[in-house]
């Protein structure tokens, strides 16, 4: 196809307007990233000189694959991914129920919604962290007063665990139940006056108009959250700082613990390329349902 | 009228604008960076004092992390973009090591010139040599500090228990407290649980009192008889009913809260905390106090954690010469006899325990010179906070019972070699 002057001079300045973005995304993304990997092929750690970063091969991935406490922390992330984005999924759709009811004054009710989602999650974090506590904690007064003992939330791997977790489908579910309530609004209400008009029950209605209708703001949610659930950090890391032993710590927070606090940059990069393949992997087995699933249709 | 009203005007700018460069460049801003636990309230006093002996020198303090490991993990960003916002940082004992292999830290030898010599046989042996990294100085002392054991005086007095002299005593003597005092608050002995630093000593503390240690290079094992016994005496005492359950989540200053809110009768403490029992406004215990050196085994000899603080010039500060200045300062008798006072933060000179006025406000520190004397370093290491991790938590996994004493202490020797090396 012939190219006519007009048109080149057009993609021509289509170029020089991409430019500065595409400069931009380049030493933001591109490099940090090419920087890591050529990292991770080093040997960049406290012990050498300043200055010294021989190549050292695969060796850091090596010792990454025989790293107990790496399968660990991968372990512990998955789990939290197993655990926390259903969860979060159920209670969000709850709490977008309950907020698309007809309030008469509804900023109460949004401000409700949105407060968890707009706290940072290290607030969160120490927030519960203070909920949970063994002595003085208010998790515990409540169960002292309705007749049990004094549970161990933070001390004890499983509970630790189950604690974090409450903390992260709180702080996930107002995100979900914000994505989830647009959708809502958008449901026609002739589509549930027709379905109870045909003799529908409620949770008829439910299974069969709303749900179907929410599809497509369940997947983003899913995927928002999911992407979100891979990189937790934050609230176990301000809870427990990865205790009790390593029963709370995710491939995350081992990274930052590799980098920050070692100073081992060689083995905490080629952590950090690991981590993006898991999530690389976790992402294309999603899409790939997805985008299954909308050919089924 | 309008032309000289102009010309005035600019005059007057430029004399202004000049005076403000002449003053500007006469005030010298130092910039300390301090962590939480520290006092940085005795520190602003002290570093008002030398602002005042010093005119055209203005210091800022920077407070920061509430522990250790904390601290550590900011500076090492700070540092490792060569930041020139910091001159002087206050370190902790086991950093030194560290902070020299990365080229942190200023050496400070020829700063001191022919004095230097003078100047590092005033302090403790043990702060000389800790301060002292391939024969250059990295950093002065500002504090000592050692692991003491603080008790109840009433409640020992109560029940006729004397003050122990072995871990087993105590462990006699806090069950008898705790079952004649039947208080549901009231617990025995508390030290540091949590993934922090401070639990490090919790370890090394009974692995030294049973005759053993981490080794330095060479060969790491720890899978000796020792080591078990160390970890046996906190297992010892958690089936005692003499340590809380919720050990492993316990951090160094919340020892210091328990006590000071009186649920507490023996704790594992640094000397900072009695003058927080003595003089805090919230102090329940004041006048209650008693501290004495940590004991050991029945069998075998007491051995105490060294701790304290050492002030590092920062090898990116644009005012090095003035930071210097500024830590000797900080690091003199003067200085240390006035922490002391304020701060019970004990001094690095031997001749400072003896005066009148320090003994006054912290009666035991008659006996806490031999104990600072005898206090065992912790291993002294470039990755020292890989080996400070990898014991903490296995230490911590340990208390909180999701690892045994087998498999903890063969993670531990799994992984510290290679951090050791």
């Known amino acids: 196809m012939r190219v006519g002057p007009l048109e080149r001079g057009e993609r021509w300045l289509g170029y020089a307007m991409l430019a500065p ?3 931009l995304l380049g030493l933001i993304v591109v490099y940090p990233v090419v920087r890591l990997i050529l990292t991770s092929f080093r040997q960049v750690d406290q012990g050498s000189r300043a200055g010294e970063a021989p190549f050292v091969g695969f060796e850091n991935y090596a ?36 907020a698309n009811l007809p309030f008469r004054v509804k900023w109460p009710v949004r401000l409700g919604l949105l407060l968890p989602w707009a706290l940072p999650l290290v607030f969160a974090g120490l927030i519960f962290r203070w909920f949970f506590e063994y002595q003085q904690g208010i998790v515990n007064d409540v169960l002292l007063r309705l007749g049990f003992e004094k549970l161990q939330w933070l001390s004890s791997p499983g509970l630790a665990f189950a604690a974090t977790s409450i903390a992260i489908v709180w702080k996930s579910s107002s995100f979900v139940a914000l994505v989830l309530l647009a959708g809502l ?48 950090f934050d609230i176990p890391y301000a809870m427990t700082g990865g205790g009790p032993g390593e029963s709370t710590e995710t491939l995350a927070m081992y990274i930052h613990k590799t980098t920050i606090d070692f100073l081992d940059f060689g083995y905490g990069s080629a952590l950090a390329v690991l981590m993006f393949l898991v999530s690389a992997a976790a992402t294309s087995v999603y899409l790939r349902r997805i985008s299954r699933a909308e050919d089924a249709r | 009228m309008k032309a000289v009203a102009r010309v005035s005007g600019i005059c007057l700018a430029l004399a202004l604008s000049l005076g403000s460069l002449a003053a500007s460049a006469q005030q010298t801003t130092l910039r300390i960076f301090t962590g939480g636990q520290q006092r940085p309230d005795v520190m602003r006093q002290i570093v008002d004092l030398y602002s005042q002996r010093n005119p055209g020198i203005r210091v800022e303090v920077e407070v920061g992390g509430a522990t ?67 024969g250059k100085v990295m950093a002065l002392p500002y504090f000592a500090d050692a692991q003491f054991l603080y008790y109840r005086t009433d409640l020992l007095a109560k029940h006729g228990v004397q003050p122990p002299r072995s871990w087993e005593d105590l462990i006699e003597g806090a069950r008898k407290i705790l079952a004649a005092e039947g208080n549901a608050n009231l617990s025995g002995f508390q030290t540091a649980g949590a993934p922090i630093e401070g639990t490090v000593c919790t370890f090394l503390v009974p692995l030294w009192g049973a005759g053993g240690d981490l080794g330095q290079g060479g060969r790491v094992d720890v899978a000796t008889p020792a080591a078990r016994r160390a970890l046996g005496l906190w297992s010892d005492m958690r089936s005692a009913g003499v340590t809380p359950p919720n050990l492993a989540e316990i951090v160094t200053d919340r020892i210091r809260l328990n006590f000071q809110a009186g649920n507490l009768v023996y704790a594992m403490q640094w000397g900072y905390a009695w003058n927080r029992f003595q003089g805090d406004a919230d102090t329940q215990v004041k006048d209650k106090v008693g501290v004495v050196p940590l004991p050991g085994f029945r069998d075998g000899k007491p051995a105490t954690c060294i701790g304290g603080w050492q002030l590092a010039v920062s090898a990116f500060s644009r005012h090095k010469a003035e930071a210097v200045k500024l830590v000797r300062f900080l690091s003199s008798p003067e200085i240390s006899k006035m922490q002391a006072v304020l701060a019970s933060h004990l001094p690095v000179f031997a001749e400072v325990y003896a005066d009148a006025d320090v003994l006054k406000a912290n009666p035991w520190f008659s006996q806490a010179l031999p104990v600072v004397q005898t206090a065992r370093a912790r291993p002294v290491s470039p990755r020292y906070p890989e080996v400070s991790d990898i014991v903490r938590s296995n230490t911590n996994a340990f208390l909180a019972g999701t690892k045994t004493v087998d498999q903890a202490l063969s993670d531990m020797n799994a992984r510290l070699p290679r951090a050791m090396r």
Request: no cysteine; charged share 15%; hydrophobic share 50%.
């Open chain 1, 185 to 232: 609004q958008a449901i026609p209400r002739e589509l549930y006056e027709a379905a109870s008009v045909d003799g529908a029950s409620a949770w008829q209605r439910f299974r069969s108009v709303t749900l179907p209708a929410l599809r497509p703001a369940i997947v983003v949610a899913l995927i928002f959250r999911t992407i979100t659930a891979i990189q937790t």
């Open chain 1, 21 to 23: 973005a595409a400069a």
């Open chain 1, 63 to 98: 010792y990454a694959l025989a790293d107990p406490r790496f399968w660990g922390a991968t372990g512990n992330t998955l789990l939290y991914i197993v655990l926390t984005v259903p969860a979060a999924l159920v209670v969000g759709l709850g709490l977008a129920l309950l």
């Open chain 2, 68 to 134: 250790s490991d904390q601290q550590q993990q900011y500076l090492n960003t700070v540092l490792a973009a060569k930041d020139s916002a910091l001159d002087v940082v206050l370190i902790d004992v086991i950093r030194p090591a560290q902070w020299a292999a990365q080229g942190w830290a200023e050496p400070l030898d020829s700063y001191l010139g022919a004095e230097r010599d003078a100047v590092m046989n005033r302090y403790l042996p043990a702060y000389r040599e800790a301060n002292i990294v391939d």
